[in-house]
């Protein structure tokens, strides 16, 4: 048995999962996540230093526990693992920092990981190996979608030009007096709502087909808000409609990237991934294309350290250790 110790610090969850490969298998002892998301509503989404201070804080505990929990001590963790970025610098140094330490003091090897391919290999953990499929990552900070070969073989097919779909969701979300993060909130009003009430845009790019572009759309919702008398009598329309024309474009563009890419499987993952309409959408659109989807589990869909677990474990098995020397890359890239 082999296991690797990830944390995941990238933006506001301070997160420890300790994975290990049993009998060929890669099974998850513990993934805890220490959410500050509280903290955080009361100003209406993330502030890096506040964010960073309490990663600091929880840190050294969740690590401890996370041990107990998984019944080792830390001499018998054979690597780790942290994210490297994408992210907010000051939030990514310390998980990252803290996990170089563990891995200087006990001389085992260390692995930086890309978040991104943290959340897309996600849907691969209980089946343990990674099939070739169309990826779509849909997050606050990221829309991707990503050709996957096998791991570690990725090629971008198609991207945000502006704003992220979680990032609408936050901003249409704040637009709206809804609570941080606006996603969930909005996903809840949506289900009262008429998704046909109100004609918000699904931008088509020009020579770009697989790019998204969702701030055109944030700014319909802004202009419609402004036409309404009473917009909170009209919330769940609003919701709806909003929540209709980003699945639309997610869905189209998935479709058309896999079809192109001549891929059977397509995943989803990516905190935008727990919205359940979305979910709906994209497996019937799949399905009449003849392709499967695969979900990502819910306890791995938002930010957690179980995701950089996997990924870590799969890059001591096929790749170098990377050196105590590298540094935290808030713009990492995934596909460069
Ligand atoms: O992957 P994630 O946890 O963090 C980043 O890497 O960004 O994604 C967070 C994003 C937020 O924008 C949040 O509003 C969105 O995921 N989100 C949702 C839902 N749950 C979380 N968006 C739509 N519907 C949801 N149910
Ligand atoms: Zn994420």
Avoid: W
């Amino acid at each position: 048995m082999s296991c690797l110790l990830a944390i995941e610090s990238s933006c506001d969850e301070t997160a420890v999962a300790i994975i290990c490969r049993e009998e060929g298998r890669p099974r998850l002892l513990t993934s805890l996540i220490s959410s500050q998301i509280e903290i955080h509503r009361e100003y209406g989404g993330v502030v890096p230093e506040v964010a960073c201070r309490n990663h600091a804080l929880r840190i050294r505990p969740l690590v401890q526990q996370a041990l107990d929990d998984a019944s080792l001590s830390l001499e018998e963790i054979d690597a780790f693992a942290a994210t490297r970025g994408p992210g907010l610098a000051s939030s990514l140094l310390v998980g990252f920092s803290y996990a170089k330490g563990l891995s200087a003091a006990t001389g085992k090897p260390f692995y930086g990981i890309n978040h991104m391919e943290g959340h897309l290999l996600s849907p691969f953990l209980e089946p343990g190996k990674v099939a070739s499929h169309l990826g779509l990552i849909v997050s606050g900070g990221h829309t991707l979608l990503i050709d996957v070969q096998g791991f570690g073989n990725y090629k971008l097919m198609g991207h945000t030009i502006d704003d992220a779909a979680g990032e609408a969701f936050d901003k249409v979300g704040r637009m709206l007096n809804l609570p941080y993060p606006g996603g969930p909130e909005i996903e809840k009003h949506a289900r009262e709502g008429n998704p046909r009430a109100f004609h918000f845009p699904r931008p088509r790019l020009k020579n770009a087909p697989l790019d998204f572009s969702f701030s055109g759309l944030k700014t319909a919702v802004l202009y419609q808000l402004q036409k309404l008398e009473n917009p909170h009598s009209q919330l769940a329309d609003l919701c709806a409609s909003f929540q209709a024309a980003v699945i639309d474009s997610l869905v189209k563009k998935t479709i058309l990237a896999a079809l192109e890419a001549d891929r059977q499987m397509i995943t989803l993952s990516g905190g935008v991934a727990c919205n359940k309409a979305l979910q709906l959408a994209l497996g019937a659109a799949a399905k009449e294309a003849g392709m499967t989807l695969s979900l990502t589990p819910p306890a791995l869909t938002t930010d957690n350290a179980g995701m950089i677990a996997f990924a870590g474990l799969l890059s001591s098995e096929n790749r170098d250790a990377d050196s105590l020397t590298i540094g935290i890359d808030p713009n990492l890239s995934l596909t460069a």
